[in-house]
């Protein structure tokens, strides 16, 4: 069983950060890339960033380069959003994913407002 649990979100004034985590289990989480995606109510969902097997590569959406941090830690099964400089367009629902295979976790509400 894929199992993916993501934490962190809440509300945050904007200029804030955040610091989301997910927990994976039910595959070999070293041998695919991770990613974060979000999905604000009416919109698409959007990929955030994605990182490789081992972090040597890494491609962030255009809207949170320099402010957002993916990371991973393969011998904790985890992996990591990093959010500074936080926007009210970032508000959404953050879901962690593995690029191989179909599941999802049941997200995290991150809501930046005043």
């Known amino acids: 069983q894929v199992q993916l649990v993501e934490s962190g979100g809440g509300l945050v004034q904007p200029g804030g950060s955040l610091r989301l985590s997910c927990i994976a289990s039910?595959?070999?989480?070293?041998?695919?890339?991770m990613s974060w995606y979000r999905q604000a109510p009416g919109k698409e969902r959007e990929l955030v960033a994605t990182i490789s097997l081992f972090g040597r590569n890494i491609e962030y959406a255009d809207s949170v380069k320099g402010r957002f941090t993916i990371s991973r830690d393969n011998a904790k099964f985890m992996v990591y959003l990093q959010m500074n400089s936080l926007k009210p367009d970032d508000t959404a629902v953050y879901y962690c994913?593995?690029?191989?295979?179909?599941?999802w976790g049941q997200g995290t509400q991150v809501t930046v407002s005043s």
């Open positions: 039910g595959f070999r989480f070293s041998g695919y890339a």
């Open positions: 994913k593995c690029e191989g295979n179909p599941y």
